[in-house]
């Protein structure tokens, strides 16, 4: 059992940046695919970030490439979503996933993950 709290949501600009935070807790973390994903008012859940704890590699959506980094800190047991250029449409609760096994090309398959945070809210005005 993996137990994660996302932290970091919050209220900016267009512009702006925030840095989302994904404790994990109980069974171990490593090797695990760590998922962000986004859900926008109305819209479904959509897989915007990943990093395999293994080894590093990470996966961007098309759409956050070049704004969004996503990091670890294993001592910390924790992931990071570094989001710069915040645009209206980032607007969404944002949630964070882990899968025990790679990353590869399915990672933006919310149905591949086993366990799931509560979500932190992002609010993105024009």
């Known amino acids: 059992q993996v137990q994660l709290v996302e932290s970091g949501g919050g209220s900016v600009q267009a512009g702006g940046s925030l840095r989302l935070s994904c404790a994990a807790s109980g069974d171990t973390y490593s090797r695990h695919c760590m998922g962000w994903f986004h859900q926008a008012p109305g819209k479904e859940r959509e897989g915007v970030a990943a990093i395999y704890t293994g080894g590093g590699n990470t996966y961007y959506a098309d759409s956050v490439k070049g704004r969004f980094t996503v990091s670890q800190d294993n001592a910390k047991n924790t992931v990071y979503l570094q989001m710069n250029s915040l645009k209206p449409e980032d607007t969404g609760m944002y949630y964070c996933?882990?899968?025990?096994?790679?990353?590869?090309?399915?990672?933006?398959?919310?149905?591949?993950?086993?366990?799931w945070g509560q979500g932190t809210q992002v609010t993105v005005s024009s």
């Open positions: 996933a882990a899968d025990p096994r790679r990353c590869g090309s399915t990672w933006l398959w919310e149905y591949r993950y086993d366990y």
